[in-house]
């Protein structure tokens, strides 16, 4: 039975639970077993110690354990929420009402062409306040889970630094 670490494709299924500002949990995510979490390990982007956590483990162990802001996204950091002139939000002269709303999550560059999400927190007349922070940004996230499935990354996946198939990248 394969174990969890370098080059697996990864099956789990989990609930995610953040503690909020009156120190309870909260369940904001659940990944179960008809859309479960699939991601190659060493090379999902996720926190590294999530991954960490994971590690040695195999199909049919659970796993519970919790992230810091430091072990995860970061804390909140206030910098992150820019103004930008409405201007910007425009396409050929007009503004999509539909996408510019409070709550969207928009897709964005920086000057130097870095991409990232970012979150629509004010409109106002001739500018638009923007969150940058990443959503679980400054919150300790819980994970209560079971491990699904580990199997070797094929030589395609490992190239394409992604899983393909079931749960994953479709080209």
Avoid: W
Wanted: hydrophobic share 35%; proline share 4%; aromatic share 8%.
């Amino acid at each position: 039975m394969s174990q969890i670490s370098e080059n697996k494709v990864v099956t789990i299924t989990y609930d995610l639970s953040v503690t909020d500002e009156n120190q309870e949990k909260v369940l904001v995510e659940s990944a179960e077993e008809d859309a479960p979490m699939v991601f190659l390990y060493g090379m999902s982007g996720l926190p590294d110690e999530f991954e960490r956590q994971l590690s040695g483990k195999q199909a049919g162990d659970s796993f519970t354990f919790s992230l810091t802001p430091e072990q995860a996204y970061g804390d909140y950091d206030a910098q992150a929420v820019v103004e930008i002139p409405k201007n910007v939000f425009e396409i050929d002269g007009q503004i999509d009402e539909e996408m510019l709303q409070v709550g969207n999550f928009l897709p964005m560059a920086d000057n130097q062409g870095h991409h990232m999400q970012g979150k629509v927190v004010e409109i106002g007349d001739s500018a638009v306040k923007m969150d940058f922070n990443h959503p679980l940004a400054g919150m300790v996230m819980h994970f209560d889970g079971k491990v699904a499935d580990v199997r070797d990354a094929t030589r395609e996946e490992l190239d394409h630094g992604h899983v393909h198939g079931e749960g994953g990248h479709h080209h």
